[in-house]
Nanobody
């Protein structure tokens, strides 16, 4: 079992920045690929960014590419999402997710591939 707890959400003006963090507890963190997803009101949960277990590979949704950066610290069992140039359409609840993998360089971007989820943190971007 892996427990995930997100933090860092809040209210920010358009063009501003926020940094989300996800703390993981449980098994060997580097054996888990990690991802961030988000869900806006009335919409399905969508992929945002993913990082491999080793941290050497990342993948982003087109809507956030160039603005968001995912990173991880396997010594601290954390994965972060740095969000810059925020837009009102980035408003959503952001979820951290984990999937166990034997492939340290593989990233996963499909919601159904993830086994563990955090409780979510609200990000609101005002115009």
């Amino acid at each position: 079992q892996v427990q995930l707890v997100e933090s860092g959400g809040g209210l920010v003006q358009a063009g501003g920045s926020l940094r989300l963090s996800c703390a993981a507890s449980g098994r060997t963190f580097s054996n888990y690929a990690m991802g961030w997803f988000r869900q806006a009101p009335g919409k399905e949960r969508e992929f945002v960014a993913a990082i491999s277990g080793s941290g050497g590979s990342t993948y982003y949704a087109d809507s956030v590419k160039g603005r968001f950066t995912i990173s991880r610290d396997n010594a601290k069992n954390t994965v972060d999402l740095q969000m810059n140039s925020l837009k009102p359409e980035d408003t959503a609840v952001y979820y951290c997710a984990a999937v166990h993998t034997f492939y340290s360089g593989t990233v996963y971007y499909k919601r159904r591939e993830y086994d563990y989820w955090g409780q979510g943190t609200q990000v609101t971007v005002s115009s």
